[in-house]
C-alpha cells in the first residue's frame, strides 16, 4: 500500500471507528470488561444511605463526624489483538477484502481500550507470530497499530492461530482480553484454545466472506487454494462437486462454532461483504446482559 493511500485509510478508519465507539462500543465494552477489583479512592463525609461497612473509623474519631471510605473499580486491563495477516484475509468478494475489515474491527477495539484507560497491543500472525506490538494506552499508539495493521506484508502465507494463543499465553503474564480476529481457515487449535481460554478472556471473532462459501453459478470454475497457491478445476454443473463443497465448508463451520461453545469461548461472525456494526452491538449488549444477571 503507497504512504498517501495508506495515510488516507488510516485517516478514514479514525473517523469511521471513532463514530461507532461514541456512539455505542465504549460504554458497552466498558461494561463487559471488568478490572480485576476494587481499589481505595478517598474519605469523604458519611451520607445517608451509605453502607455502615464503609465507615472509616480513624478519620472518625479525629475529625468528630462519620465518614465513609469509597472504592473505585481498579479498571486498568491489557487488550491484545491477535489479528490474522495470512494470504487467505486478502480476499474480498466485495468491496473490502476480509483484511482490511481485521483492521477496522482491531481500530474500534483498541479505541475502545483507551477510551477505558486500558492498555492495548497487538500480535500480527501468519503460520507464526511475525510482528508483536506491546500494550501500550494512548491515541498515538493506537493510530500506531492501525498503521501496522494495514502496511503489514506478511513473510508466510499459512495460518496457524494456535500458533498465535501460545505466543499470547507465553508473553502474557497477568489475565489479559485476547481477541482473535481471524477467517479462522485452521483446524488445528484447540489445545492452545483451551488453554489460552483457563488463562485469559479469549473473544473470536470470525471473519468470513460470502464468496468463499457459496459457489458461482457456473460450468467450469478455476478454484485456488488461498495459501497454498494449489488450483482445483472444478466442475459446477455437476450436482455433486458443489454440493460436497457447500457440505464441507458448512461443516467447518459447524465445528468451529461447537468448539468456541466447548471452550466457553465468546464469539462473533462478521461478513467482510456485509455491514459489521449491528453484529458487533449485538454482541457487546448481549454479553453485557449476561454480566448483570
Sequence with gaps: ?????????????????????????????????????????????????????????????????????????????????????????????????????????????????IRNNDRVGAALFTGEVERYIPPRKGSRHVLRLVREVLAFEPHRQDTSVGGALEFAVRVLKKRSILFVISDFFDEAYEDALRIAARKHDVVAIAINDRGEWELPASNWVRLEDAESGRPVLAPLFLPGPRRRFQD?????????????????????????DAPYDKPLRQFFRMRAQRYRR
Design 1 to 113: 500500500m503507497l504512504k498517501k493511500e495508506l495515510v488516507r485509510k488510516i485517516r478514514e478508519i479514525e473517523i469511521t471507528t471513532r463514530r461507532l465507539v461514541d456512539e455505542a462500543v465504549a460504554g458497552e465494552y466498558h461494561s463487559v470488561f471488568k478490572g480485576r477489583g476494587i481499589e481505595y479512592d478517598e474519605v469523604r463525609p458519611y451520607q445517608p444511605g451509605d453502607d455502615i461497612r464503609t465507615i472509616d473509623w480513624n478519620v472518625t474519631s479525629r475529625s468528630g463526624t462519620l465518614h465513609v471510605k469509597k472504592y473505585v473499580e481498579e479498571r486498568e486491563l491489557t487488550v491484545v489483538l491477535l489479528v490474522d495477516a495470512s494470504r487467505s484475509t486478502a480476499f474480498g468478494s466485495a468491496a473490502q477484502r476480509k483484511s482490511e475489515v481485521a483492521a477496522e474491527i482491531a481500530a474500534i477495539l483498541a479505541f475502545s481500550a
Design 248 to 272: 464441507r465448508m458448512a461443516e467447518l463451520r459447524r465445528r468451529r462454532k461447537a468448539l468456541f461453545q466447548r471452550h466457553r469461548v465468546d464469539h462473533i461472525e462478521l461478513q467482510a
